[in-house]
């Protein structure tokens, strides 16, 4: 039998992904869910399922350690990784905006400094407009950076608006919508055709009916 081992994203996707991989009779959520073990094995043994950061998953897929991966169109963009991306999952969904604090708009002239997460959607995003920008990586609480005056700006997720309304930001540009995506390692999706195709169908069935619909 064929095993398939798909690293999952810790974090804001992960109940989302568990309750979809639980609803397609992929995986038992709860016992996932209550357990610190970063990697379970279904009984059936045609799945492993391996928990790490987001920013992870691109990597542990793209070089073959898991065959598929859950994660945000956003770490997609922001790795660069070589990954199919068959499915769109419709969980999590959220936006990669530009935000400045809303009584003192970012200035287009000069130097801007860019405080976010994702170096590299924030370099591409400001060089397509040929803005020099200078970009400051966080590992998070980014909209702290221009409260505080470390930028100008940020790049960086909204979901509901809290964090920005909060703290007195706006948005300024939505540069990407995100949503989870299944990602497949090239070799995997040719040498594991079958079991990444059943995968692929199951998770495709879910998606598309009730509360995972786009
Ligand atoms: C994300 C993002 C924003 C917040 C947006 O951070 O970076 O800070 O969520 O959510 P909202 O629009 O619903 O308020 P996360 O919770 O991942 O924590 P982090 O700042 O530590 O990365």
Redesign the pocket.
Known sequence: MTRLTIAVAK??LQAGTLDLLAKSRLCETRNALSSRRLAIEDESGRFRFIFVKPMDVPVYVAHGIADCGVVGRDVIMESEADLLQPLTLGIGR?RIVVAAPADRPASSYGMLRVAT?YPHIAAAYFGARGQPVEVIEL?????LAPVLGLADCIV???????????NGLSIVDVIAESTGRLVVNRASYQLKAKAVGELIAALEATASAGDFAE
Do not use: H, I
């Not at 960086?156 to 909060?166: M, S």
């Open positions: 974090g804001r959220c997460k590992s998070g609480s980014v909209e960086d997720l909204v979901e509901t608006g809290r964090t920005l309304a909060d």
